[in-house]
């Protein structure tokens, strides 16, 4: 049930994730200052953010069961506490292996914390109004390219790769001193141990919400991480594509969540689902069509991040209420879903891009309306 407390509790978790969201992404735009910072090669530093993803998928959902089996808060406290204890790792020892460390620890922190979160809020708002609650969190994701990406762009050039770890982290630890002076304690959850294998494989309406992600985000990697390549091999304008691409992300992430928080609860989430995965779909045949020009491109990038972004966080309420006996396990499974398909994409990515652009259009194309065909077999006990 809401209460009129969730409004600021909405609000300090929309801070502590756009401040975590900031340190997990800002290695890809920084990939460059943190390589000279650290004087390794760039391959090693892309393997590290591999690592980074392989950690999360394999241990995050066992930290985030814990919100399942302690409680909501002390589930949140956990991802916040592994949180920093990378960033302290790294600023106490700052060298290339503890800036891994803070990297996986970074995103175990915010893999146990987000399913938790969510978990917290579908506890209190009724599943037809939750797409506007769980949409204010989310617009922290967006935020943190938006907002955060210049502020850190601005310490590293003052004060070095290592200062957005002291000033985030910092930030993070007052946040969570505020957090857990504020934030009610909720009683534990059952005394069993929730079973995460027998949990998520013995329900057909969980394996059906982990097909969908995992479809789904391994269309959307697949354009991820080629997009900027074609661009770049067809323009010349690697610069120019890349402050394009920078700016049409976070703008259409923000705008995509603008459309759930005002659409999605009225169209129904299954509905908003097929919306953005047909909508995404027709994004992705439109990048080489429109791409015989520049703007063209930029236009159907713009049609694309929006369309994914609408799809994902639609989702969301939907996999809060796929099991409600075990919110945090199933939120686990989903961010893991999306881990593990991310990381098969880099694998099948090269060996498609040689082949040419178009396809990798195809695949992503097949792979969204595969993730299509799972919608209809993730059956609730409530509809929205």
Same mark, same amino acid.
């Given at each position: 049930?809401?209460?009129?407390?969730?409004?600021?509790?909405?609000?300090?978790?929309?801070?502590?994730?756009l401040l975590v969201s900031t340190i997990y992404r800002m290695v890809y735009p920084f990939l460059g200052a943190f390589r000279d910072g650290l004087g390794v090669p760039l391959d090693t530093l892309t393997f590290a953010v591999g690592l980074r993803s392989l950690a999360a998928a394999l241990m995050g959902p066992f930290l985030a069961a814990q919100g399942d089996l302690r409680g909501r808060k002390a589930g949140m406290l956990l991802g916040l506490f592994v949180f920093l204890l990378g960033m302290?790792? +790294?600023?106490?020892?700052?060298?290339f292996a503890t800036f891994v460390l803070a990297l996986i620890l970074s995103a175990l922190g915010k893999i146990t914390f987000d399913p938790t979160m969510q978990a917290y809020i579908a506890d209190r708002v009724p599943y037809q109004r939750?797409?506007?609650?769980?949409?204010v969190t989310e617009f922290s994701w967006s935020g943190a390219f938006l907002l955060g990406m210049p502020?850190?762009?601005?310490?590293?050039?003052h004060y070095g790769w290592i200062s957005p770890f002291y000033l985030l982290g910092g930030l993070v630890l007052l946040a969570a001193v505020v957090f857990y002076v504020s934030i009610p304690a909720d009683p534990p959850r059952p005394a069993e141990r929730p079973n995460l294998l027998r949990s998520l494989l013995g329900s057909k309406a969980a394996l059906a919400a982990l097909g969908l992600t995992f479809f789904a985000c391994l269309a959307n990697e697949l354009i991820n991480l080629t997009f900027a390549v074609?661009?770049?091999?067809?323009?010349?304008?690697?610069l120019l594509a890349l402050g394009a691409t920078a700016a049409i992300l976070g703008i259409a992430e923000l705008s995509?969540?603008?459309?759930?928080?005002?659409?999605?609860?009225?169209?129904?989430?299954?509905?908003?689902?097929?919306?953005?995965?047909?909508?995404?779909?027709?994004?992705? *045949?439109?990048?080489?069509?429109?791409?015989?020009?520049?703007?063209?491109?930029? *236009?159907?990038?713009?049609?694309?991040?929006?369309?994914?972004?609408?799809?994902?966080?639609?989702?969301?309420?939907?996999?809060?209420? +796929?099991?409600?006996?075990?919110?945090?396990?199933?939120?686990a499974g989903f961010f893991t879903s999306a881990s593990v398909s991310r990381a098969l994409a880099s694998l099948v990515?090269?060996?498609?891009?040689?082949?040419?652009?178009?396809?990798?259009?195809?695949?992503?194309? +097949?792979?969204?309306?595969?993730? *299509?065909?799972? +919608?209809r077999s993730v059956r609730l006990t409530s509809e929205g």
């Open positions: 049930m809401k209460t009129p407390a969730l409004g600021w509790q909405l609000a300090l978790f929309t801070l502590i994730r302290a790792a +790294v600023i106490l020892w700052p060298s939750r797409s506007l609650a769980i949409t502020v850190v762009g601005w310490v590293i050039a074609w661009l770049e091999e067809r323009f010349a304008l690697r995509g969540e603008g459309l759930v928080a005002t659409l999605t609860d009225r169209l129904g989430k299954r509905r908003s689902i097929v919306v953005g995965l047909l909508g995404n779909c027709l994004a992705v *045949v439109a990048l080489p069509l429109m791409g015989g020009s520049l703007l063209g491109a930029q *236009v159907a990038l713009f049609l694309f991040y929006i369309s994914f972004e609408f799809y994902i966080v639609s989702s969301i309420p939907l996999m809060t209420e +796929v099991m409600p006996q075990a919110r945090t396990t199933m939120m990515v090269p060996g498609l891009f040689g082949l040419g652009f178009w396809f990798v259009v195809l695949a992503a194309v +097949v792979s969204n309306l595969l993730a *299509v065909a799972f +919608v």
